[in-house]
């Protein structure tokens, strides 16, 4: 098992037995494609076919020449279409500058100012572009498009920002593929089978990920490979549904938010990913709990005393990594005016660690926090392709579980009408 769900301390304990009838059901929808939304199941198996498809070495080919051509990548793409990307970015390269290649997200805002701020930016930096859009329509993403198409072409000129700009689109149709096929871009799919959210281990989420270094073939080996284990409904031994199934009964004991903690800020947009994940679909016909998240330790400096002593409205699921992918150990000091030589010569990890059971018992057995805990050993592309697909699985079964179509979003659309109408929009 990669990856293990603790359920310890959650303060009740739950049969698996009761949940197992209902989730074998459940299941058999899913891998046999028969439940609402099941036009949209192409992610389930996906890892294991794209690992053989023609697309992939185009893709690493087309990421070495970005890494070894270009100063800044920029990614414009929202939602479903850079969250991924992001996610892995920061989670396996880290948030410090990247030397090799800088990574710039544009397409996600209106912000006027961030917008210029960017766009002065890159004015005179040599950038490539991968614009991501299924439908190729959506205004944030298509505004900047234009705007830094515009940028390059007029700069560069027609030839050398054909070149440089990677378009990751629906196969088959939308605005987006007639233009790159019209300008001649280089086009890589989004398959129609598969929406936004679950799309990272797709073009959407790999190419931004190949360019930046991430090793893509272990990414989706970890993800082929989660798609293998959790083919098997036995709740005593699925850890994806075991996490599905003890978010629900928290929520059927009338919890109304789950905080996904994680204790590092690398993992900030892990989290960002998650919510949309579980927020999109699961938030519909006036259920489901609202996915919110934090960073242990810094935000219990600034959330810490809610959590432990504020409405009890909520139930954490803490992502706790066994092994650092990089460590120091703490120097003795002769003054020792800090108070700290007690840990000298022990490594962060320790503290981290130490912080980590703290903060546990804490809040779940002095406190009135359930605590899920997702064990997995470390944070590397193998992992993180099979944590991406664990919560992908999980998701599936516990929007079922609620009733819910884990595969639309009837609900993104009404914001988007009025502002229509209010710009003008023709047809609004
Ligand atoms: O998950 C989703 O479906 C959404 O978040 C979309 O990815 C997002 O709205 C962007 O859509 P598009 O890729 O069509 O530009």
Redesign the pocket.
């Known amino acids: 098992m990669v990856i293990k769900v603790n359920s310890e301390h959650i303060r009740k304990s739950i049969s698996w037995d009761l949940y197992q009838d209902k989730v074998n059901a459940i299941h058999h929808m899913i891998e046999e494609k028969t439940g609402p939304g099941s036009d949209f199941l192409g992610w389930l198996n996906h890892a294991k076919e794209y690992l053989k498809s023609d697309e992939l070495p185009r893709i690493l080919k087309a990421g070495k020449t970005i890494r070894e051509n270009y100063d800044v990548l920029v990614v414009c ?5 850079y969250l991924g990307a992001r996610a892995a970015i920061e989670a396996l390269k880290g948030v410090l500058p990247h030397k090799d290649l800088e990574i710039l997200w544009l397409g996600e805002t209106f912000d006027p100012t961030y917008i210029a701020q960017a766009l002065a930016y890159l004015k005179d930096k040599k950038f490539a572009i991968n614009v ?7 205004t944030e ?1 298509a505004l900047s498009f234009r705007l830094l198409r515009e940028l390059l072409e007029k700069r560069d000129g027609k030839e050398a920002a054909r070149k440089a700009i990677f378009a990751t689109t629906d196969g088959e149709k939308g605005a987006l593929r007639t233009l790159s096929l019209n300008e001649g871009y280089e086009m890589f799919v ?1 398959p129609s089978d598969i ?3 679950y ?1 990272v281990q797709t073009a959407v989420g790999l190419l931004p990920m190949s360019a930046m270094g991430i090793d893509i073939i272990k990414l989706l080996e970890g993800s082929k490979d989660a798609a293998e284990e959790y083919k098997n409904p036995s709740l005593k031994e699925n850890a994806a549904y075991q996490y599905a199934v003890l978010r629900h009964d928290l929520y059927q004991d009338g919890k109304k938010v789950e905080l996904f903690v994680t204790y590092l800020p690398t993992l900030v947009q892990l989290t960002e990913w998650w919510k ?1 994940l579980f927020g ?1 679909s699961e938030g519909k016909e006036g259920k489901s709990l609202f996915p919110a998240s934090a960073t242990f330790t810094t935000d219990l400096h600034s959330l810490g005393q809610f959590i432990q002593e504020g409405s009890p409205i909520f139930f954490e699921t803490i992502l706790h990594l066994q092994k650092p992918e990089a460590d120091t150990i703490i120097p003795e000091d002769k003054e020792n005016l800090d108070g700290l030589n007690y840990l000298a010569g022990k490594p962060l990890s320790f503290v981290q660690q130490k912080a980590f059971e703290g903060v546990l018992s804490a809040h779940s057995e002095n406190g009135t926090t359930p605590n899920i805990v997702i064990e997995m050993e470390r944070m590397d592309d193998y992992h993180l392709g099979y944590l991406f697909y664990f919560f992908e699985k999980a998701c599936a079964m516990s929007a079922y579980l609620n009733g819910v179509n884990p595969f639309n ?1 009837p609900g ?1 659309e009404i914001y988007k009408k009025n502002m229509f109408h209010l710009l003008g929009k023709p047809g609004y």
């Open positions: 793409g929202i939602g479903g279409s991501i859009s299924k439908s190729g329509t959506t993403t989004l929406g936004g959210r799309s949309q999109e979003q993104v």
